[in-house]
């Protein structure tokens, strides 16, 4: 088994860091707007317009719609860089409702919705978690009727981050009550700019990041929002949350690497157990990326990664916390103190991290859910 990058690959890596050496000062406002928590913001926009006109944002689909047609690893290295100059992580148009419309939509869907995503020009909002229905989605309660020539929406979703900013909320609602509750579940892509009736709400994450509540009363929408077939949509949510659970590493290695530095500009490296943590820190990343590697050549063999990609996103979330917990104790006390402070370490980075991260283990299904995944459908292990 080969584990090197071909030279292609390599090129195409020397070429996409190229980029972003050149645009660094605009990948550094993007990194400071994605990190304010408001989501993606102009700078961000200018970043993913220039990636979109490249073929950047969406290299693996179909030339037709705005791809490059080459292989996810080409994917892989675009995502690792933007992930390391940006902190952008994920898109959730080019990363999850994309890749289903791709595969699910109707030729007039594909035409519609799939060259905007790839030129970089607009973002999805997740609109699956609801009150009573978050790690057991197939609970979720929003009603859609259909009224004939169109469905009719009412209810709420909760902790939809990216829908203040997005164009469309990708939307899981109860067509039906069937024997089954997974059953009866049907996904839409609603306009937000275009459709009257939905309220927005702000709530604020421990990190300071913005997520929302949101509220549909009376939601007319067209029948052509429906993606796949009626009463199917839970299938859908879960072959895009497979999808969604592929991460990178690259915000990994830069902070990995950042911290390395300060500990031997502070004389911390003198501390054996400093070494030690640091080089577990380097073990767990160099697996999480394997395991990356391993779940993009699966894509690339018409495999849908499900338990693997579970692995992936546990290891690169609970990997973080480490090298969180593992910088906060290096920096010492000091390292509890906020930006802005002139007593504060690293910029009050890891003050900051420290809170920001916690969400990394609870979005896009928390740990015990991957575990659950990874003990049942990768070991066989009984649900029950
Ligand atoms: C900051 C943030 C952003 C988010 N963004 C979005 C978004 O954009 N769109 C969206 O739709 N959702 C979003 N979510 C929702 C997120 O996916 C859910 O919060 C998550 O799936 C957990 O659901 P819950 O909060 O209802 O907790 P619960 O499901 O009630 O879980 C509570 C605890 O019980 C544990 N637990 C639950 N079931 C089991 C089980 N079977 N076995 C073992 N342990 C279990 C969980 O691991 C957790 O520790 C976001 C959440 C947060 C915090």
Same mark, same amino acid.
């Given at each position: 088994?080969?584990?090197?990058? &071909?030279?292609? %690959?390599?090129?195409?890596?020397?070429?996409?860091?190229?980029?972003?050496?050149?645009?660094?000062?605009?990948?550094?406002?993007?990194?400071?707007?994605?990190?304010?928590?408001?989501?993606?913001?102009?700078?961000?926009?200018?970043?993913?317009?220039?990636? =979109?006109?490249?073929?950047?944002?969406?290299?693996?689909?179909?030339? !037709?719609?705005?791809?490059?047609?080459?292989?996810?690893?080409?994917?892989?290295?675009?995502?690792?860089?933007?992930?390391?100059?940006?902190?952008?992580?994920?898109?959730?148009?080019?990363?999850?409702?994309?890749?289903?419309?791709?595969? !699910?939509?109707?030729?007039?869907?594909?035409?519609?919705?799939?060259?905007?995503?790839?030129?970089?020009?607009?973002?999805?909002?997740?609109?699956?978690?609801?009150?009573?229905?978050?790690?057991?989605?197939?609970?979720? &309660?929003?009603?859609?009727?259909?009224?004939?020539?169109?469905?009719?929406?009412? =209810?709420?979703?909760?902790?939809?981050? !990216?829908?203040?900013?997005?164009?469309?909320?990708?939307?899981?609602?109860?067509?039906?009550?069937?024997?089954?509750?997974?059953?009866?579940?049907?996904?839409?892509?609603?306009?937000?700019?275009?459709?009257?009736?939905?309220?927005? !709400?702000?709530?604020?994450?421990?990190?300071?990041?913005?997520?929302?509540?949101?509220?549909?009363?009376?939601?007319?929408?067209?029948?052509?929002?429906?993606?796949?077939?009626?009463?199917?949509?839970?299938?859908?949510?879960?072959?895009?949350?497979?999808?969604?659970?592929?991460?990178?590493?690259?915000?990994?290695?830069?902070?990995?690497?950042?911290?390395? =530095?300060?500990?031997?500009?502070? =004389?911390?490296?003198?501390?054996?157990?400093?070494?030690?943590?640091?080089?577990?820190?380097?073990?767990?990343?160099?697996?999480?990326?394997?395991?990356?590697?391993?779940?993009?050549?699966?894509?690339?063999?018409?495999?849908?990664?499900?338990?693997?990609?579970?692995?992936?996103?546990?290891?690169?979330?609970?990997?973080?916390?480490?090298?969180?917990?593992?910088?906060?104790?290096?920096?010492?006390?000091?390292?509890?103190?906020?930006?802005?402070?002139?007593?504060?370490?690293?910029?009050?980075?890891?003050?900051?991290?420290?809170?920001?991260?916690? %969400?990394?283990?609870?979005?896009?299904?928390?740990?015990?859910?991957?575990?659950?995944?990874?003990?049942?459908?990768?070991?066989?292990?009984?649900?029950?």
């Amino acid at each position: 088994m080969d584990f090197s990058f &071909s030279v292609e %690959e390599e090129r195409f890596q020397e070429e996409v860091r190229d980029f972003f050496v050149k645009e660094r000062e605009t990948a550094e406002k993007a990194k400071e707007e994605w990190d304010s928590g408001m989501g993606l913001g102009p700078q961000c926009w200018k970043i993913l317009g220039m990636m =979109g006109k490249r073929g950047w944002v969406c290299p693996t689909w179909p030339k !037709r719609y705005g791809g490059l047609e080459l292989s996810y690893i080409y994917k892989y290295i675009i995502m690792e860089l933007l992930h390391h100059f940006t902190d952008v992580y994920t898109l959730v148009g080019a990363g999850m409702a994309g890749p289903v419309i791709l595969k !699910r939509g109707t030729e007039e869907q594909k035409e519609k919705y799939l060259p905007e995503i790839a030129r970089g020009e607009v973002e999805y909002a997740l609109g699956y978690t609801e009150p009573e229905a978050g790690s057991d989605l197939a609970s979720l &309660s929003m009603k859609a009727e259909d009224k004939g020539d169109h469905f009719l929406i009412n =209810g709420s979703k909760l902790f939809n981050t !990216r829908v203040h900013y997005s164009r469309y909320h990708w939307l899981g609602a109860r067509t039906a009550v069937l024997d089954k509750k997974f059953k009866g579940i049907s996904l839409f892509i609603v306009d937000l700019k275009e459709t009257p009736g939905i309220t927005i !709400r702000p709530i604020w994450t421990v990190g300071g990041r913005r997520t929302n509540e949101v509220f549909y009363d009376n939601v007319k929408l067209p029948k052509d929002c429906l993606v796949g077939e009626v009463h199917k949509g839970f299938y859908y949510i879960l072959e895009a949350l497979d999808y969604e659970r592929i991460s990178t590493v690259g915000g990994l290695q830069r902070d990995l690497q950042e911290i390395v =530095g300060y500990a031997k500009d502070a =004389g911390k490296s003198k501390d054996p157990l400093v070494r030690q943590r640091l080089a577990q820190l380097a073990i767990e990343i160099e697996s999480a990326k394997l395991l990356a590697f391993r779940v993009a050549w699966m894509l690339d063999q018409g495999k849908i990664p499900n338990y693997e990609a579970g692995m992936l996103k546990m290891l690169v979330a609970e990997t973080e916390q480490a090298l969180v917990n593992t910088a906060m104790q290096i920096l010492g006390p000091h390292g509890q103190v906020k930006k802005g402070s002139k007593w504060a370490q690293m910029d009050g980075k890891y003050e900051w991290l420290y809170r920001d991260t916690l %969400e990394t283990l609870i979005t896009r299904g928390t740990s015990e859910i991957m575990r659950n995944i990874i003990a049942q459908r990768g070991l066989g292990l009984p649900r029950d």
